[in-house]
Nanobody, 116 residues
Framework: QVQLVESGGGLVQAGGSLRLSCAASGSIFRIMGWYRQAPGKQRELVATITSGGRTNYGDSVKGRFTVSRDNAKNTVYLQMNSLKPEDTAVYYC????????????WGQGTQVTVSS
């Protein structure tokens, strides 16, 4: 069974940095990345990266966040710099594969809180 284990969330002051990690079980995923959801808001794209290294970022995080992955460890990372209070949300790891009964997988979420 696929499991996504997230780590690295926490409380940080505006302008600071955090690094999130998500370790996935199973085979290599086509897409790995991060979405986030603030209370009362829709879940939104943060960043994704394909197995070939192609990245996609939400407009609000471009230039501040960097997504990367280690395929040998089946782990995706999110380096978050220049954090803003509006980055406060629950961050969910996301993985997608092009085979199997279930194609999309989500982590349980990790809280990121940025104080002003």
């Amino acid at each position: 069974q696929v499991q996504l284990v997230e780590s690295g969330g926490g409380l940080v002051q505006a302008g600071g940095s955090l690094r999130l990690s998500c370790a996935a079980s199973g085979s290599i995923f086509r897409i790995m990345g991060w979405y986030r959801q603030a209370p009362g808001k829709q879940r939104e794209l943060v960043a994704t990266i394909t197995s070939g290294g192609r990245t996609n970022y939400g407009d609000s995080v471009k230039g501040r966040f960097t997504v990367s992955r280690d395929n040998a460890k089946n782990t995706v990372y999110l380096q978050m710099n220049s954090l803003k209070p509006e980055d406060t949300a629950v961050y969910y790891c996301y993985c997608n594969r092009n085979h199997g009964y279930t194609r999309d997988f989500w982590g349980q979420g990790t809280q990121v809180t940025v104080s002003s």
